[in-house]
């Protein structure tokens, strides 16, 4: 049984449709990964599941119950979190302060305390800096702290929109690895242009083109694959 | 020039400023959290006085029912209004924010007219002057400052230290960040918005103890709202306190060396100048 089922998804800007029939599945365990070109829909699928996006048409269902009727915020207290594309932590606030308003939902706020312990054993970086305004942190610290920010909610389900962006290729490699260390334990659905990192730390791979899901399957046979290495990785 | 006027100048520019801060406050904060400016500020500082007077009319033992019953109904009014009217002009055009609420200064201000008529008003509270040498202070004066200045301190630390303060500073920073959070960002509008007309409320009732006011007065205390949020840094409540302070200062000096009708005008002369030097206002870092 998935724990996202994303059915027959349209939606769109105005009058211009921006997905078309998109259908995708996240496990209940590791990480899938949805790639696709600047402008193929990605955030805007991404946008749909949080709430952000209105649906066309479709159905959003999470953990066996269809959540496309419910607000955004009240998505997230369902157990869905998003380290959106460009970061989006409060500048103005203290790392600690962003952290907090991670945990703003009902049922994080009774955890906090122990999920404070977790996300700095994971980024003892943040620890260090923990009264530190977060403007004035480095871009890789400021990735952290977006992911952290993220855990924070007790999410059920974690997504990433384009962590790798702006980082460098040891920062990349860093923050996948995490990654790749979180979904042991936390199913994940990422967004990336790091292709070959994606696809080595996920199981499964979607392709979306257009708007369109062109492709889907096993990660390590999509990694084989002539096309796709072509069209995304220059090979 | 004698050294006394200059002190009384200036304390009096001290007093006012702080209700000149409180007011802009208000303003500052709604426009911080959805990006909409109350031009009717002007009436609802003029409601909150007559809240305070009528308070006070039926209660006439102590100003501090007066300024309780004008922050209640301030909050409750900034509700109605919120969810009557300003919900449906976020994100809409300046112009019909301009509009609407210009409107709404007609609806309230016309209304307090006929129901209160024209004549000038003031809270008769029986508030002792102490002089030294030549220089006098009254003491609602000295009364009025400190509660404008404990509302301020209070402001500002529910902003810096409670959940509330630290949701109304996401929403004002990043709304979709905050909606990702979790926060209801609609409820946020509408307590923000309630705030800033409470303490619109509360400059009101406090103005009503040391000047007369009547249904239309609103608009120069308005006015001098609005310069003071350009100079504090729209949607910066610190930048605030300090521009009320200098503004009631300048008002100040201008009343005793030159003559009060000219205050606005020169007011409204450094807010042009500090558009053309500083464009992000006096406090503001340069982007
Ligand atoms: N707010 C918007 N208004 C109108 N069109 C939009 C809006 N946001 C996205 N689009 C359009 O929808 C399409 C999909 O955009 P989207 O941001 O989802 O792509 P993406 O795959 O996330 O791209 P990137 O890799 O650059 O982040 C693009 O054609 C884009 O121009
Ligand atoms: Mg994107």
């Given amino acids: 049984m998935a724990l996202l089922e994303v059915k027959d998804l349209n939606t769109g800007y105005g009058p211009i449709q921006a997905l078309w029939s998109v259908s995708l599945n996240v496990e209940n365990k590791g990480i899938t990964t949805l790639l696709g070109a600047n402008g193929s829909g990605k955030s805007t699928f991404l946008h749909c599941i949080v709430g952000l996006q209105k649906l066309w048409s479709g159905d959003i269902i999470f953990d066996n119950k269809s959540i496309t009727s419910i607000k955004a915020n009240k998505r997230t207290d369902q157990g869905i979190s998003l380290v959106p594309e460009g970061r989006r932590i409060f500048f103005n606030m203290s790392v600690k302060e962003n952290l907090v308003m991670g945990a703003y939902t009902p049922n994080a706020r009774g955890k906090m305390d122990d999920s404070f312990e977790q996300v700095y054993a994971m980024f003892p970086v943040l620890k260090e800096r923990t009264g530190q305004r977060a403007g004035t942190l480095s871009g890789g610290e400021q990735q952290m702290l977006a992911i952290a920010r993220a855990l924070m909610s007790r999410p059920k389900l974690l997504m990433l929109d384009e962590v790798s962006t702006g980082l460098s290729p ?4 860093l ?16 967004v990336e242009q790091a292709v070959e990192k994606a696809l080595e730390i996920s199981h499964t791979a979607y392709v979306l083109e257009n708007g369109k899901i062109v492709m889907q399957g ?3 046979e999509l990694k084989r694959d002539e096309n796709l290495r072509k069209a995304y990785m220059g090979i | 020039m004698s050294l006394e006027l200059l002190a009384q100048t200036i304390i009096n520019g001290l007093f006012i400023g702080f209700l000149f801060g409180l007011a802009g406050m208000g303003l500052t904060i709604i426009f911080g959290v959805m990006k909409i400016i109350n031009f009717a500020t002007g009436a609802m500082i003029m409601l909150g006085a007559y809240v305070g007077y009528w308070t006070y009319t ?3 033992y ?7 019953v004008s922050v209640g109904v301030g909050f409750l009014f900034g509700i109605l209004v919120y969810q009557v009217l300003v919900r449906r002009l976020i994100g809409k055009p300046l112009l019909t924010t301009l509009l609407v609420l210009f409107g709404l200064t007609s609806i309230l201000e016309n209304s307090m007219l006929n129901l209160w008529s024209p004549n000038p008003r003031s809270i008769p509270i029986d508030f002792p002057t102490y002089s030294y040498g030549l220089i006098s202070i009254s003491t609602s004066r000295v009364f009025v400052s400190i509660m404008a200045i404990v509302a301020t301190i209070l402001v500002l630390a529910v902003f810096k230290y409670t959940t ?7 929403v004002i920073q990043d709304k979709i960040a905050a909606t990702l959070m979790g926060v209801d960002v609609n409820r946020v509008y509408t307590l923000g918005f309630s705030l800033g007309v409470t303490l619109t ?3 009101g009732a406090l103005l009503a103890m040391v000047y007369p006011f009547e249904p239309f007065g609103g608009l120069p205390y308005a006015l ?3 310069v003071v949020v350009v100079l504090g840094t729209l949607g910066n409540p610190v930048g605030c306190l300090f521009a009320g302070l200098i503004i009631g200062t300048v008002h100040s000096f201008v009343g005793s060396y030159w003559t009060l009708n000219m205050s606005p005008a020169v007011a409204y002369l450094i807010m042009i100048i500090t558009f053309l030097l500083r464009p992000q206002g006096l406090m503001g870092k340069k982007e």
């Avoid at chain 1, 923050?175 to 990422?190: A, H, Q, R, S, W």
């Avoid at chain 2, 509330?164 to 500073?169: A, C, E, L, V």
């Fill in chain 2, 164 to 170: 509330f303060g630290r949701i109304i500073r996401a």
């Fill in chain 2, 58 to 60: 039926y209660w006439p």
């Fill in chain 1, 170 to 173: 040891v920062l990349t490699t």
């Fill in chain 2, 62 to 68: 102590s100003a501090i029912p007066g300024i309780i």
């Fill in chain 1, 218 to 220: 096993k990660s390590d």
């Fill in chain 1, 175 to 190: 923050v996948m690895d995490t990654l790749g260390k979180i979904g042991e334990t936390l199913p994940i659905l990422v």
């Fill in chain 2, 201 to 203: 409320f509360l400059a």
């Fill in chain 2, 224 to 226: 001098m709202a609005f």
